[in-house]
């Protein structure tokens, strides 16, 4: 997967991310080397090689494509391989909101996919705010709404990387529901649910890429017991995990701000 043309932008980079996977994965993303010969005219012709550094930092597009090309088809697209996945990718609408939890400067993005099997997956990367460009509007006044009970359970699994092990009251499924529902739930109102055309209505949401490139790394990744869930929308396989970018064309992106004037919207902080 490439960026399609010049008009890319990126809405969300983790900086962090980026370079512990290329670290973890022993691939080179600092500044090229190149090499420079000079040539001394005398007698006995002397030839000098020589390695120059590069006077620029590699650019985003550039060090993407450096991960790309290293991890390869290790970074699954079509989910019709069986979990679990280390790094996943895909095109599609990102939708960004605020995650509510302990730990101020979370943030959420909830997208889907669905595999040329049929299977229907729901991709759930939590990150910082941080990391998202200010054209998305990370700080823009959003409205409240409804929560998840089990932000504290999921907030600490995610601290603990979505290890198993971390889980006192959960299972890998349900845990990842709750994660399912914080992505794509969280912030409902009665008012909300009746405009699904309407994204921006859905509380402490602030921006999305209706045609975003994302790439990330998966932490868990589950297919549901289809006899023991019952959900409002159907979802067969949930993967979480933290995103290393999203990347969107320039015109793509909404910043809900533009839709919420003459609402009355009170800051989330």
């Known amino acids: 997967m490439g960026e399609r043309g010049e008009s890319i932008r990126y809405a969300y980079w983790s900086d962090r991310r980026v370079r512990s996977v290329a670290d973890d994965d022993g691939i080179n993303i600092d500044p090229r080397w190149k090499m420079k010969i000079s040539s001394f005219k005398i007698p006995i012709v002397q030839v000098a090689l020589d390695l120059e550094r590069e006077p620029r930092t590699l650019r985003r597009k550039e060090i993407a494509g450096r991960i790309e090309r290293a991890i390869g088809d290790l970074a699954v697209e079509d989910f019709v391989t069986p979990p ?13 909101s605020h995650f509510v939890c302990e730990e101020r400067g979370r943030i959420v993005v909830g997208t889907r996919s669905t595999a040329s099997d049929g299977t229907r997956v729901a991709v759930c990367l939590f990150g910082s705010r941080d990391n998202v460009a200010d054209f998305m509007g990370p700080d823009d006044a959003v409205a409240g709404g409804w929560t998840s009970s089990g932000m504290w359970s999921v907030w600490e699994w995610l601290t603990a990387k979505c290890a198993a092990s971390s889980l006192r009251h959960d299972d890998p499924e349900s845990i990842s529901v709750e994660a399912m529902k914080i992505a794509f739930d969280q912030g409902f ?23 975003s490139e994302w790439f990330a790394e998966i932490y868990s990744d589950v297919v549901l017991d289809k006899d023991r869930w019952s959900l409002d929308e159907p979802v067969d396989r949930i993967l979480v995990g933290a995103p290393l970018w999203v990347r969107t ?4 992106a909404r910043r809900y701000r533009d839709f919420r004037r003459g609402m009355n919207v009170k800051r989330y902080k």
């Open 249 to 252: 064309p320039r015109a793509a």
């Open 189 to 211: 109102t009665q008012e909300s649910r009746e405009a699904i055309d309407q994204p921006w209505m859905r509380g402490y949401t602030f921006a999305d890429a209706p045609e």
């Open 84 to 96: 679990p996945v280390r790094y996943a990718r895909g095109i599609g609408r990102a939708e960004f």
